[in-house]
């Protein structure tokens, strides 16, 4: 018992920004507190970055798109897509900005907590050793030793 109350003790939890994960780590919180049990911080595994202004997700993940400045930007860019690949990049927009969206109101919950939050990014290509070196350079920045 000594250990679960000593002051160098800290229960960490691990979560994802989706609905199900999140009520379980909140329903851990609640349960831990109520044992007095000591909380470190939430890892919020597997963040994806947004890409997108505030406002351009705001306006996408309601399917609002500017079609023709996507198109721009991609002849700018020396990128032509046959209709149907520029169809789905903008399907592929809108579901991106709809998880995002969704996930910021995941994360409002957390925020409530006032628990220390760290996030790790998603690992696309399978974990290696040098995606668990990335993984721990980003715990670094965030300032664990």
Request: proline share 3%; hydrophobic share 45%.
């Given at each position: 018992?000594?250990?679960?109350?000593?002051?160098?003790?800290?229960?960490?939890?691990?979560?994802?920004?989706?609905?199900?994960?999140?009520?379980?780590?909140?329903e851990?919180?609640?349960?831990?507190?109520?044992?007095?049990?000591?909380?470190?911080?939430?890892?919020v595994n597997?963040?994806?970055?947004a890409?997108?202004?505030?406002?351009?997700?705001?306006?996408?993940?309601?399917?609002?798109?500017?079609?023709?400045?996507?198109?721009?930007?991609?002849?700018?860019?020396?990128?032509?897509?046959?209709?149907?690949?520029?169809?789905?990049?903008?399907?592929?927009?809108?579901?991106?900005?709809?998880?995002?969206?969704?996930?910021?109101?995941?994360?409002?919950?957390l925020?409530?907590?006032?628990?220390?939050?760290?996030?790790?990014?998603?690992?696309?290509?399978?974990?290696?050793?040098?995606?668990?070196?990335?993984?721990?350079e980003?715990?670094?920045?965030?300032?664990?030793?």
């Amino acid at each position: 018992m000594r250990l679960l109350h000593s002051d160098q003790t800290a229960i960490h939890l691990v979560t994802l920004l989706e609905a199900l994960p999140m009520q379980e780590t909140l329903e851990a919180i609640e349960e831990l507190a109520e044992m007095q049990l000591p909380i470190g911080s939430v890892i919020v595994n597997r963040n994806i970055p947004a890409y997108l202004s505030a406002e351009d997700l705001a306006k996408a993940a309601e399917g609002d798109v500017d079609a023709d400045s996507v198109r721009s930007g991609l002849a700018m860019a020396g990128i032509e897509l046959a209709a149907t690949d520029f169809a789905g990049l903008l399907t592929e927009t809108i579901q991106h900005a709809s998880r995002i969206s969704a996930r910021a109101e995941t994360a409002q919950q957390l925020d409530a907590l006032h628990v220390p939050r760290l996030e790790l990014p998603t690992i696309s290509d399978g974990v290696d050793l040098g995606s668990l070196y990335e993984l721990s350079e980003s715990l670094a920045q965030q300032g664990v030793r």
